[in-house]
């Protein structure tokens, strides 16, 4: 990739599409990230000084649309959005189900509801697992020692003999939620071996809808996208 997919853009943000397989924001020396790609977009626009302020992120195998702030007031008014749950995401995933068994048969859940659970991050195997509620009076012990509660709705939009297909509704953005939640209900990503049970490949997951308010004009922005990368097989 080495030009970006641009969805929208002014002089406060730009609004993008994320491939799979590409990072948000790296520190790793001769590897393409978004921030990179984009910095390098505004240079050759010789519009002045390039800034790229990263306001949410996306896992690196995970495909989708994301908002990058062009300047720091931009970069702050995005992220108090994000840090008081009014920057909208919605992400596609399709999953594996147990041969044989209905999404609500393999999960003891309904094909509509939330999922509430705790995570904690290994920061050593950059992975996270959900954990046991903690009690009332360990709750701030435990989030400072990487223990958070992780919130999200989803809805089965579309059944298949061996794989679901949910519409997700993020609530918190905990490392890797979206996989582990899903992977810990019994139904991991198609095609996530970090998580799941795929030996190789790219999970089927989409972050195909973002809104937010501008950060200037005050305008409600929406964003969606169709999914590319669901070709992945369970």
């Known amino acids: 990739m080495t030009q970006p997919e641009i969805l929208y853009e002014d002089a406060q943000l730009i609004v993008c599409y994320k491939p799979a397989g590409i990072a948000t924001q790296t520190k790793k020396l001769g590897q393409k990230d978004m921030v990179s790609i984009l910095l390098n977009h505004i240079a050759q626009e010789g519009t002045g000084q390039p800034f790229i302020g990263v306001v949410h992120r996306l896992d690196q195998p995970v495909e989708g649309v ?3 702030a062009k300047t720091k007031q931009a970069a702050a008014k995005l992220s108090a959005q994000m ?3 009014s920057f909208g995401k919605k992400y596609y995933a399709r999953v594996q189900l ?3 068994k209905t999404f609500a048969e393999a999960t003891g859940h309904a ?3 939330t999922l509430r659970d705790w995570m904690q991050f290994d920061r050593k195997e950059n992975k996270s697992c959900v954990v046991e509620q903690p009690r009332k009076e360990q709750k701030n012990v435990n989030s400072k ?3 958070q509660e992780a919130l999200l709705d989803y809805r089965v939009i579309k059944e298949e003999e061996k794989t679901a297909l949910l519409d997700i509704t993020l609530h918190t953005g905990r490392h890797h939620q979206i996989r582990v939640q899903l992977a810990h209900l019994g139904t991991p990503i198609c095609g ?4 799941g049970k795929a030996e190789r490949g790219t999970p089927a997951l989409c972050s195909y809808h973002i809104d937010f308010v501008h950060p200037v004009s005050g305008k409600e922005m929406t964003y969606e996208i ?3 990368n669901f070709e992945t097989e369970c």
Do not use: C, I, L, Q
Request: glycine share 14%.
């Open 192 to 195: 996530d071996h970090k998580y």
């Open 226 to 228: 169709s999914p590319r």
């Open 145 to 147: 020692n990487g223990v």
């Open 111 to 113: 094909t509509e509801g």
């Open 83 to 85: 840090k008081d749950h």
């Open 66 to 68: 994301m908002v990058f």
């Open 98 to 100: 147990t041969e044989g």
